[in-house]
């Protein structure tokens, strides 16, 4: 198959980089990591390994392929819709955090597939990405049900030794990993701590009031997702993901903007749809915008 990874940063560099050891992979991504790619390969270390040789460009527009994986941040998913309308694409999943594939569906006439994946990555180098957990990528039909597309997509993952699922269900996937990225991702953001440190009483707390706000606001949008499960999914990933360093706590501490727009924003801007106060992502997303204008980020 014929892949596209539109934003090859840690988690795109991830997955490319593990499905071109048997698909025909193009990395788009900034210059100094794709021109080390491009001459030198990929090094993939840690939980997974490999040395593998995507093809790897900074060039957005003119691309061909099957599927087109998007990756980059939320906040450039329009941008990257743009680039994608100047390409040959069949498909389109986007592996990103918050509620983005709207954005894509919207601007492209390709079919747009939902996905989320729980690899951890770590862009350490030029040409070196360390794999630092390894999780799953589930993936499926933007408004759910059965999609041969999907399975293709999904046959393709499996075939490069990617845990995949397929499901059926994925406008709850979709806003249960909401869920979850509102409370952990702001949380350890804001208390520069690893998703481990959750586990405790006060953060804990806090982390389960954003995801049950973003369960209630999941259910007015018509998906069932019951606030003792976003609790659950909560606990289940700190477990799970103890020692990592959450992809906004990597922004923070890179002195980047982070994605609390398409996560905490996101669930704000939906319940006030429905006149609906979600006091604690409402905090989260107001303390990190104002650290973000502080940095000049915003």
Not at 116 to 138: D, N, S, W
Not at 222 to 250: C, F, H, K, Y
Request: aromatic share 4%; hydrophobic share 45%; net charge neutral.
């Amino acid at each position: 198959m014929r892949i596209l990874v539109f934003g090859a940063g840690s988690l795109g560099t991830l997955v490319g980089g593990l499905l071109a050891s048997v698909h025909d992979v193009t990395l788009v991504g900034r210059d100094r990591h794709v021109s080390r790619v491009s001459k030198t390969g990929l090094d993939i270390v840690g939980a997974e390994s490999a040395h593998v040789s995507p093809a790897a460009t900074t060039t957005e527009t003119g691309h061909g392929a099957d599927v087109a994986l998007v990756t980059v941040k939320s906040f450039d998913t329009r941008a990257a819709a743009e680039a994608l309308e100047a390409c040959d694409v069949d498909a389109v999943l986007s592996l990103q955090n918050g509620m983005t594939e709207e954005v894509l569906e919207s601007s492209l006439d390709v079919p747009v597939l939902a996905g989320t994946a729980t690899y951890g990555a770590r862009l350490v180098a030029p040409g070196r990405v360390e794999c630092t957990g390894i999780g799953r990528v589930v993936l499926g039909a933007l408004d759910g049900g059965t999609s041969p597309l999907a399975e293709r997509v999904g046959k393709a993952f499996r075939d490069a030794d990617i845990r995949t699922l397929v499901a059926a269900d994925m406008p709850r996937r979709r806003w249960e990993k909401l869920a979850v990225n509102a409370g952990i991702n702001a949380v350890t953001a804001l208390s520069r701590v690893e998703n481990g440190r959750l586990a405790s009483h006060e953060a804990r707390e806090v982390a389960h009031r954003a995801a049950r706000e973003t369960a209630r606001v999941a259910r007015f949008e018509g998906v069932r997702l019951p606030n003792r499960v976003a609790r659950e999914a909560i606990d289940r990933v700190v477990d799970q993901t103890a020692a990592n360093r959450s992809s906004m706590l990597q922004d923070v501490e890179a002195g980047k903007r982070t994605e609390v727009d398409a996560i905490n924003g996101a669930v704000v801007d939906t319940a006030t749809k429905y006149d609906y106060e979600v006091p604690t992502n409402r905090t989260l997303a107001a303390l990190l915008r104002a650290w973000e204008r502080g940095e000049g980020l915003r």
